[in-house]
T-cell receptor, first 115, second 114 residues
């Protein structure tokens, strides 16, 4: 099983619908991240969490919200999806014990299409 | 503010040829620098990282990168490319005040000709 699991892997939805992308990890890391990937733009951070009680906005948090239900779970929600939120979304974790040089471990991505 | 620029959106090289992917960063202090690779349909995998010491860093799959402070660059190199290296490559920078969050470049897509 993958260390970082994202569900769903693919989702097509309509404008205005509420969508939740879920991420769970078995690496025991405190830090979790949500990134969005768009062609030609690379990855941009949406939200990141250093522990269950510490959640921070990233570069592009507008239109998104998150919930850190437990150390192992970090969910991303789109309260009212719009077409320009069509993208590939990645969850990642890192180990604070490695300091700032710690590797990010990525899930396989969730492809979201908003019609 | 930190930023990362990968000037080449798409590069094509012949199998067996050498490769260099460019990365330039903007950051006031010594950055933490990373190269990740994304194979089609996959998440990102760390190739190598630099945050202190020897400026030439060795990574997995035969890749290396050199940190040049004077040029604000961290270019990725491989002496001989294999067809399996076809993927998208991302340079990223981290900083002391970002707690592990990385800023990524736009990515460079590598195609390998037989």
């Amino acid at each position: 099983d993958a260390d970082v699991t994202q569900t769903p892997r693919n989702r097509i939805t309509k404008t205005g619908k509420r969508i939740m992308l879920e991420c769970s990890q078995t690496k025991g890391h405190d830090r979790m991240y949500w990134y969005r990937q768009d062609p030609g733009l690379g990855l941009r951070s949406i939200y990141y969490s250093f522990d269950v009680k510490d959640i921070n906005k990233g570069e592009i948090s507008d239109g998104y919200s998150v919930s850190r239900q437990a150390q192992a779970k970090f969910s991303l929600s789109l309260e009212s999806a719009i077409p320009n939120q069509t993208a590939l979304y990645f969850c990642a974790t890192s180990d604070p014990g490695q300091g700032l040089g710690g590797e990010l471990f990525f899930g396989e991505g969730s492809r979201l299409t908003v019609l | 503010a930190q930023s990362v620029t990968q000037p080449d959106i798409h590069i094509t090289v012949s199998e067996g040829a050498s490769l260099e992917l460019r990365c330039n960063y903007s950051y006031g202090a010594t950055p933490y620098l990373f190269w990740y690779v994304q194979s089609p349909g996959q998440g990102l995998q760390l190739l190598l990282k630099y945050f202190s010491g020897d400026t030439l860093v060795q990574g997995i799959k035969g890749f290396e990168a050199e940190f040049k402070r004077s040029q604000s660059s961290f270019n990725l190199r491989k002496p001989s490319v294999h067809w399996s290296d076809a993927a998208e490559y991302f340079c990223a920078v981290g900083a002391n005040n970002q707690g592990g969050k990385l800023i990524f470049g736009q990515g460079t897509e590598l195609s390998v000709k037989p």
